[in-house]
């Protein structure tokens, strides 16, 4: 593991100024790195960035210097290191002149894992990552506080991609803690450690718009796997044909989640019947009737299923298990009811950011109380290079009223009239932005509604990330009540 000493004078570059690019250079200049903060970005729209480290002492703070409105090659003179933020492509001239050089890659996820001094759980997927990372934490901090005896752990962390990076705390973790890591496959790519844990829920098509095809895309997800060793355990989503088909990647311990039982000698987690039940050597346990699950959908019932599997790995005891599952509202912008207004259910799932993620949003409303009532869909944002074909079908089938906004509203209104002739969705509207599509919603809405904010897109056309659509959807549909 790198000491302090490690960092001393050295020069380091950290493309990106948002969360992991703030604490990278917070730990680095720390740590006795001279830091510089890069960002294509002007530097007038920087300002919250810089704000975020003015609490570092003045010797740390001279330290950093930022270059911003580009990625000039100038950078990487007398560079000994280069730290890529998420949402930065590893396509773009810097970083491949610097591969050129010889100048090692890296990022906040991977300096994490070479200084982490306790166990770790790296959770990652195309879909439910947020909800079963945040549910893991809940078991942890469960079976910490309510216990019967002695806690296995110390402390929990939980962070990476939800949340603030690890890095930011890493100094305050001893070895008898726990970390749980988010992890995408933008973080995966730069990773050579492994976590102790590895979890993959599920790997379908996303973020074409980054990774170069979909073979690319798996490659990335198949790296939280190929670096660990036999001493650690892999948690795998047989219900998921590409997650499921990665088994002989696997080079330690093998644990399955899904709805049908494990394969003969495998532990995990599975459906018996109407019981989310373990399955631990020849022994079944049941851990909590799906009907009692607060979260809404199948997506849902999948995600808790591998938060048992992981904590039975783990050796949490089944009764935390049951307690922090009952107790589980869910993560802000997943299915996130908002306000009933006009005789209407509001709900925001601005985390919702890919197609196959819009569809799980609409079959969670399959209830016999909810299967009739009408839906008002908004959908849009910028496209990530995915099909929505199969999403066109269910929204000819399922949605009322369909308004989309941002970029990616020509595309889905074309691929939704390319279909077979059906009376729904029975209108279609466009609009620039989110607040537009929000009034719309605001002048059809009839009681019995549900008015889903589900965009299959991401935010960046309009906002700097999902979380603040979301905010600023809660905010006007609050806002329409003082209309």
Same mark, same amino acid.
């Given at each position: 593991?790198?000491?302090?000493?490690?960092?001393?004078?050295?020069?380091?570059?950290?493309?990106?100024?948002?969360?992991?690019?703030?604490?990278?250079?917070?730990?680095?200049?720390?740590?006795?790195?001279?830091?510089?903060?890069?960002?294509?970005?002007?530097?007038?729209?920087?300002?919250?960035?810089?704000?975020?480290?003015?609490?570092?002492?003045?010797?740390?703070?001279?330290?950093?210097?930022?270059?911003?409105?580009?990625?000039?090659?100038?950078?990487?003179?007398?560079?000994?290191?280069?730290?890529?933020?998420?949402?930065?492509?590893?396509?773009?001239?810097?970083?491949?002149?610097?591969?050129?050089?010889?100048?090692?890659?890296?990022?906040?996820?991977?300096?994490?894992?070479?200084?982490?001094?306790?166990?770790?759980?790296?959770?990652?997927?195309?879909?439910?990552?947020?909800?079963?990372?945040?549910?893991?934490?809940?078991?942890?901090?469960?079976?910490?506080?309510?216990?019967?005896?002695?806690?296995?752990?110390?402390?929990?962390?939980?962070?990476?991609?939800?949340?603030?990076?690890?890095?930011?705390?890493?100094?305050?973790?001893?070895?008898?803690?726990?970390?749980?890591?988010?992890?995408?496959?933008?973080?995966?790519?730069?990773?050579?450690?492994?976590?102790?844990?590895?979890?993959?829920?599920?790997?379908?098509?996303?973020?074409?718009?980054?990774?170069?095809?979909?073979?690319?895309?798996?490659?990335?997800?198949?790296?939280?796997?190929?670096?660990?060793?036999?001493?650690?355990?892999?948690?795998?989503?047989?219900?998921?044909?590409?997650?499921?088909?990665?088994?002989?990647?696997?080079?330690?311990?093998?644990?399955?989640?899904?709805?049908?039982?494990?394969?003969?000698?495998?532990?995990?987690?599975?459906?018996?019947?109407?019981?989310?039940?373990?399955?631990?050597?020849?022994?079944?346990?049941?851990?909590?009737?799906?009907?009692?699950?607060?979260?809404?959908?199948?997506?849902?019932?999948?995600?808790?299923?591998?938060?048992?599997?992981?904590?039975?790995?783990?050796?949490?005891?089944?009764?935390?298990?049951?307690?922090?599952?009952?107790?589980?509202?869910?993560?802000?912008?997943?299915?996130?009811?908002?306000?009933?207004?006009?005789?209407?259910?509001?709900?925001?799932?601005?985390?919702?950011?890919?197609?196959?993620?819009?569809?799980?949003?609409?079959?969670?409303?399959?209830?016999?109380?909810?299967?009739?009532?009408?839906?008002?869909?908004?959908?849009?944002?910028?496209?990530?290079?995915?099909?929505?074909?199969?999403?066109?079908?269910?929204?000819?089938?399922?949605?009322?009223?369909?308004?989309?906004?941002?970029?990616?509203?020509?595309?889905?209104?074309?691929?939704?009239?390319?279909?077979?002739? %059906?009376?729904?969705?029975?209108?279609?509207?466009? @609009?620039?932005?989110? *607040? #537009?599509?929000?009034? &719309?919603?605001? /002048?059809? =809405?009839?009681?019995?509604?549900?008015?889903?904010? %589900?965009?299959?897109?991401?935010?960046?056309?309009? @906002?700097?990330?999902? *979380? #603040?659509?979301?905010? &600023?959807?809660? /905010?006007? =549909?609050?806002?329409?009540?003082?209309?």
């Amino acid at each position: 593991m790198p000491g302090m000493t490690e960092w001393k004078d050295k020069k380091v570059v950290v493309i990106g100024a948002a969360r992991q690019g703030i604490a990278l250079g917070r730990f680095l200049t720390l740590h006795g790195a001279r830091v510089v903060i890069n960002d294509k970005k002007p530097a007038g729209q920087l300002e919250e960035a810089r704000q975020a480290l003015n609490d570092l002492d003045p010797q740390a703070a001279s330290k950093i210097s930022w270059v911003a409105g580009a990625h000039p090659l100038e950078l990487l003179e007398g560079t000994d290191m280069l730290c890529v933020s998420g949402g930065v492509p590893l396509e773009i001239p810097l970083i491949q002149e610097a591969k050129q050089r010889g100048i090692k890659l890296t990022n906040d996820s991977q300096i994490f894992l070479e200084e982490c001094p306790c166990m770790t759980i790296g959770i990652t997927g195309s879909a439910g990552k947020t909800t079963t990372t945040s549910l893991m934490g809940k078991i942890l901090e469960t079976h910490i506080h309510f216990r019967d005896t002695q806690p296995i752990f110390h402390n929990v962390w939980v962070g990476g991609n939800i949340g603030s990076p690890l890095l930011a705390v890493v100094d305050q973790m001893e070895k008898d803690d726990l970390a749980i890591m988010e992890l995408s496959s933008f973080q995966l790519e730069l990773i050579s450690i492994p976590v102790n844990i590895a979890c993959i829920l599920n790997i379908t098509p996303n973020h074409l718009d980054r990774h170069a095809n979909m073979q690319a895309y798996i490659a990335a997800k198949r790296r939280i796997l190929e670096y660990q060793t036999s001493r650690d355990t892999a948690v795998l989503g047989s219900d998921d044909p590409i997650a499921w088909s990665l088994l002989d990647e696997v080079r330690g311990k093998v644990v399955s989640f899904g709805g049908k039982e494990p394969p003969a000698g495998m532990q995990g987690a599975f459906m018996d019947g109407e019981w989310l039940s373990l399955r631990d050597g020849g022994e079944t346990e049941h851990v909590v009737r799906q009907l009692e699950i607060p979260l809404r959908g199948w997506h849902n019932v999948e995600n808790v299923l591998a938060a048992m599997a992981i904590s039975l790995v783990v050796g949490i005891p089944v009764g935390n298990m049951r307690q922090a599952i009952l107790s589980f509202a869910g993560v802000a912008h997943r299915l996130e009811w908002v306000n009933f207004w006009r005789g209407a259910d509001w709900y925001n799932d601005s985390i919702a950011t890919a197609p196959e993620r819009v569809m799980a949003a609409i079959h969670s409303f399959e209830s016999p109380e909810d299967i009739g009532r009408p839906i008002v869909l908004l959908a849009g944002g910028r496209d990530k290079n995915l099909p929505w074909d199969e999403l066109a079908e269910l929204i000819r089938t399922r949605v009322d009223h369909l308004i989309l906004f941002g970029e990616a509203a020509e595309k889905i209104t074309a691929v939704v009239n390319r279909g077979e002739t %059906s009376t729904r969705p029975y209108t279609i509207e466009s @609009f620039t932005g989110l *607040e #537009e599509a929000v009034n &719309a919603a605001a /002048r059809i =809405v009839e009681t019995g509604d549900i008015v889903l904010l %589900s965009p299959g897109g991401t935010s960046f056309d309009e @906002f700097r990330d999902f *979380e #603040e659509r979301g905010e &600023a959807f809660k /905010r006007w =549909v609050h806002d329409l009540s003082c209309k």
